[in-house]
């Protein structure tokens, strides 16, 4: 008597899962992020490692390749390894955009600096504030490869956005959380 009340309590669970799955309609889309000025504020963490006593707030990457050089830019960058992408801030809005893109989305797609500390650096953080979010590190040049029909990218590159859409792809320039969100509701995320 119990195996016949089992077997059809099985039965039943079975019938219920499946039509649960069927009420699932999988994402049409395949979602990309970037990171860096959508997400985290490479530029707050610039300035935070160029502030000194004169200067407490440091330089904009911008004012110190012009006043320096951009390999010296990027050398300042790399002396402080790792830890320099690992302790980015999220942008203003960066947690508010994640959240919103999360269930949706497929994996941030991130462009590494040359120096391979950028990827460790950039695991970290994701490890650190986006866990189990999946990371795909390609140079900005690069990213389009990953373009097709129906996948998404945000990003805040004009030129990457640019060659993304002509792969087929649609891509968003991220200027803020809001219009992101605005954008992707348009296409039914």
């Known amino acids: 008597m119990l195996y016949l009340i089992l077997t059809v309590v099985v039965i039943r669970l079975k019938e ?21 000025g959508v997400l985290c504020d490479f530029d707050k963490r610039f300035r935070d490692l160029t502030s000194s006593k004169n200067r407490p707030s440091g330089m904009s990457p911008k004012e110190y390749k012009t006043k320096y050089s951009t390999n010296s830019f990027w050398k300042i960058i790399d002396r402080a390894g ?14 508010t955009l994640y959240e919103y893109i999360k269930p949706n989305l497929f994996a941030l797609l991130s462009a590494p600096s040359f120096d391979v500390s950028s990827e460790e650096g950039k695991q970290e953080w994701v490890d650190k504030n986006t866990p189990g979010t999946k990371l795909i590190l390609s140079p900005s040049v690069k990213k389009p490869t990953f373009s097709k029909e129906n996948s998404i990218l945000i990003d805040d590159l004009k030129s990457t956005i640019d060659e ?19 954008k992707l509701k348009e296409l039914g995320l």
Do not use: Q, R, V
């Open 16 to 36: 219920i899962y499946n039509k649960i799955i069927e009420d699932i309609e999988p994402s049409k889309y395949t979602l990309y992020c970037d990171m860096d």
């Open 164 to 182: 993304w859409n002509i792969k087929g792809g649609i891509g968003i320039l991220h200027t803020s959380a809001a219009s992101t969100i605005e």
């Open 82 to 95: 790792p830890k320099f992408w690992a302790d980015m801030p999220w942008m203003p809005d960066g947690e």
